[in-house]
Nanobody, 123 residues
Framework: QVQLVESGGGSVQAGGSLRLSCAAS????????MGWFRQAPGKEREGVAF????????YYPDSVKGRFTISRDNAENTLYLQMHSLKPEDTAMYYC????????????????WGQGTQVTVSS
């Protein structure tokens, strides 16, 4: 059974940083498009970072651009999300996903999802 496990979430004050990790097991991520998504209470899930298999192209929505960096270590079979200058509005459950989407955040085309790690940013 394919498993993606997120870690690194926690509570931080506004302006702080966190690094999230997504470790894959029984699945090789090197050929997978991957993304980070988040969902806050009462809101729809939204994509916050996207990366192609080679890592040479990434995409971010304006809400996080310049603050978040997605990266991958295919040899370690792990995806990362480095978050800086965190804001209270970044508070959400963060999920990693893997698959073959035809565009960045087509959620239905991400085949595998983690169970999430909570990020809470206080003002």
């Amino acid at each position: 059974q394919v498993q993606l496990v997120e870690s690194g979430g926690g509570s931080v004050q506004a302006g702080g940083s966190l690094r999230l990790s997504c470790a894959a097991s029984r699945y090789t991520i090197s050929s997978a498009y991957m993304g980070w998504f988040r969902q806050a209470p009462g809101k729809e899930r939204e994509g916050v970072a996207f990366i192609i298999p080679s890592g040479t192209f990434t995409y971010y929505p304006d809400s996080v651009k310049g603050r978040f960096t997605i990266s991958r270590d295919n040899a370690e079979n792990t995806l990362y999300l480095q978050m800086h200058s965190l804001k209270p509005e970044d508070t959400a459950m963060y999920y990693c996903a893997a698959g073959a989407p035809r565009w960045t955040f087509r959620e239905a085309e991400y085949q595998y999802w983690g169970q999430g790690t909570q990020v809470t940013v206080s003002s």
